[in-house]
């Protein structure tokens, strides 16, 4: 490991924590990050040429796996044209129209670089479509470092002890109420407490920042009702589901309509790309049309709109891959309970669609209280236990775990092997 050691030496004298992004400094698991060189499919390269499984898949965007021939071919071929013009292009509106026949409920899209951004502009649009200020969250949902979401969020600003950062100015968090996930009445009470005010309410229709937590039947329905009742915006934060879930994302599995949705990771096919998309109607709010105002350099990249149409398209033509990606991380959730059960070890595995992920913890976990409960160091132990047996899982606790098309069913029993050594009470309590 000692490249990574000494890369990382080097890092941390240069950049914050030694990371672009806090959650890859490793500091939930107590280790030196890994630098990884190289990735194929399901598996990434340490600059010390170990190969891991990789079940972070760069938190969600690799789901054919890494460097897909259909996404590298149209980068290349990309990259002949040049890489950034400042004008239309093609390609934007090629995504922006498989975007919209893809997916339920939206008309039009506007392209930008993040999935923070997506959000943040999301968030000014509904404020500006409603004149109302004030917004909705929910306690552990993660929606990007935008001032008005850094209010109990999760991700690494939950494992990082900073789920309300510093740096938020009191007028920025005063307009963010938080409710709890799973739980209707405290939507429903937040509502009437701030009756006419509020503009909207954003959810992650399947929570994947608090470690994954499906929604309860009724939730996400019973939010558009609450919605509709009280003349806010339903905002559906599918950064993560987007794609994942299905090809018509979390609106189209659970058939409750969103006002507005939030898109990053899979669309941009590893390049960065976001995207914010609803009714004709809401999106020509947004300037040039209308007054909300928002805007961006490099949004709608013509070498990301490249890497993001070939792995739509893909995805589109292939749609039964989501059948399969749904049955593998069956397998793998199904055959980690079974482990921890023999071996003695309270956990709960949560798995919906390619997400899961493990709880170190007896009860059950559906919403944000119940998964800080569960045991992060027992967590700890357990990915660096499993990093030493070639499978990289995410390096936190309130995290998911992604699988990929690319994931073999002997990648699932490889994984489901070094498990087997790694959940023991001696082990995880070391
Ligand atoms: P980005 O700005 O990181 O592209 O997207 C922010 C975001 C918005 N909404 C949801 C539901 C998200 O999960 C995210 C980002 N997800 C994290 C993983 N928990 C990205 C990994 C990281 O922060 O390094």
Same mark, same amino acid.
């Given at each position: 490991?000692?490249?990574?050691?000494?890369?990382?030496?080097?890092? #941390? $004298? #240069?950049?914050?924590? !030694? #990371? *672009?992004?806090?959650?890859?400094?490793?500091?939930?698991?107590?280790?030196?990050?890994?630098?990884?060189?190289?990735?194929?499919?399901?598996?990434?390269?340490?600059?010390?040429?170990?190969?891991?499984?990789?079940?972070?898949?760069?938190?969600?965007?690799? &789901? /054919?796996?890494?460097?897909?021939?259909?996404?590298?071919?149209?980068?290349? $071929?990309?990259?002949?044209?040049?890489?950034?013009?400042?004008?239309?292009?093609?390609?934007? #509106?090629? /995504?922006?129209?498989?975007?919209?026949?893809?997916?339920?409920? &939206?008309?039009?899209?506007?392209?930008? *670089?993040?999935?923070?951004?997506?959000?943040?502009?999301?968030?000014?649009?509904?404020?500006?479509?409603?004149?109302?200020?004030?917004?909705?969250?929910?306690?552990?949902?993660?929606?990007?470092?935008?001032?008005?979401?850094?209010?109990?969020?999760?991700?690494?600003?939950?494992?990082?002890?900073?789920?309300?950062?510093?740096?938020?100015?009191?007028?920025?968090?005063?307009?963010?109420?938080?409710?709890?996930?799973?739980?209707?009445?405290?939507?429903?009470?937040?509502?009437?407490?701030?009756?006419? $005010?509020?503009?909207?309410?954003?959810?992650?229709?399947?929570?994947?920042?608090?470690?994954?937590?499906?929604?309860?039947?009724?939730?996400?329905?019973?939010?558009?009702?609450?919605?509709?009742?009280?003349?806010?915006?339903?905002?559906?934060?599918?950064?993560?589901?987007?794609?994942?879930?299905?090809?018509?994302?979390?609106?189209?599995?659970?058939?409750?309509?969103?006002?507005?949705?939030?898109?990053? @990771?899979?669309?941009?096919?590893?390049?960065?790309?976001?995207?914010?998309?609803?009714?004709?109607?809401?999106?020509?709010?947004?300037?040039?049309?209308?007054?909300?105002?928002?805007?961006?350099? /490099?949004?709608?990249?013509?070498?990301?709109?490249?890497?993001?149409?070939? $792995?739509?398209?893909?995805? @589109?033509?292939?749609?039964?891959?989501?059948?399969? /990606?749904?049955? @593998?991380?069956?397998?793998?959730?199904?055959?980690?309970?079974?482990?921890?059960?023999?071996? !003695?070890?309270?956990?709960?595995?949560?798995?919906?669609?390619?997400?899961?992920?493990?709880?170190?913890?007896?009860?059950?976990?559906?919403?944000?209280?119940?998964?800080?409960?569960?045991?992060?160091?027992? =967590?700890?132990? =357990?990915?660096?236990?499993?990093?030493?047996?070639?499978?990289?899982?995410?390096?936190?606790?309130?995290?998911?775990?992604?699988?990929?098309?690319?994931?073999?069913?002997?990648?699932?029993?490889?994984?489901?092997?070094?498990?087997?050594?790694?959940?023991?009470?001696?082990?995880?309590?070391?």
């Amino acid at each position: 490991m000692e490249y990574s050691e000494a890369l990382f030496r080097r890092a #941390v $004298q #240069v950049m914050p924590g !030694g #990371v *672009n992004s806090p959650v890859r400094a490793f500091r939930a698991v107590n280790m030196v990050p890994r630098f990884i060189e190289r990735a194929d499919g399901a598996y990434i390269t340490d600059e010390d040429g170990r190969r891991y499984i990789d079940y972070v898949c760069s938190w969600g965007p690799m &789901i /054919l796996g890494h460097n897909h021939p259909a996404v590298r071919t149209a980068v290349e $071929q990309a990259v002949q044209n040049g890489l950034s013009f400042g004008a239309p292009t093609r390609g934007e #509106v090629e /995504l922006a129209r498989l975007m919209v026949d893809m997916v339920p409920h &939206i008309e039009m899209v506007r392209m930008v *670089n993040s999935g923070t951004e997506a959000v943040m502009s999301a968030l000014r649009l509904a404020r500006g479509a409603t004149g109302r200020d004030k917004l909705i969250k929910f306690d552990g949902c993660y929606h990007g470092h935008c001032d008005s979401m850094l209010v109990n969020a999760g991700s690494s600003a939950l494992a990082g002890g900073c789920p309300s950062s510093a740096g938020v100015p009191a007028g920025a968090a005063r307009d963010t109420l938080t409710a709890r996930y799973n739980d209707l009445n405290s939507v429903r009470a937040l509502l009437e407490a701030n009756s006419g $005010q509020v503009a909207a309410v954003i959810v992650e229709p399947v929570a994947a920042n608090m470690g994954v937590i499906p929604p309860a039947p009724g939730f996400l329905q019973g939010l558009r009702e609450l919605c509709d009742e009280h003349g806010a915006l339903l905002i559906f934060d599918e950064v993560i589901t987007g794609f994942r879930l299905a090809p018509g994302g979390a609106q189209a599995c659970f058939n409750v309509r969103a006002d507005l949705v939030t898109f990053g @990771k899979i669309i941009g096919g590893g390049m960065p790309v976001g995207a914010y998309a609803g009714s004709r109607a809401l999106m020509e709010l947004v300037a040039p049309c209308g007054p909300v105002y928002q805007a961006g350099t /490099l949004s709608g990249n013509p070498v990301a709109m490249a890497a993001g149409l070939a $792995q739509l398209r893909w995805l @589109k033509e292939h749609a039964w891959i989501y059948d399969d /990606l749904a049955d @593998k991380a069956a397998v793998l959730a199904q055959g980690l309970r079974k482990i921890a059960a023999a071996a !003695g070890v309270p956990m709960q595995v949560n798995q919906i669609g390619s997400l899961l992920s493990p709880f170190f913890t007896a009860g059950p976990v559906t919403n944000a209280a119940q998964a800080k409960s569960s045991d992060t160091e027992a =967590y700890a132990r =357990y990915f660096s236990g499993m990093l030493q047996r070639g499978i990289y899982l995410a390096p936190a606790q309130f995290e998911a775990m992604f699988l990929s098309d690319a994931h073999s069913r002997e990648d699932i029993e490889r994984t489901l092997c070094a498990a087997e050594e790694v959940l023991t009470p001696l082990f995880l309590s070391e």
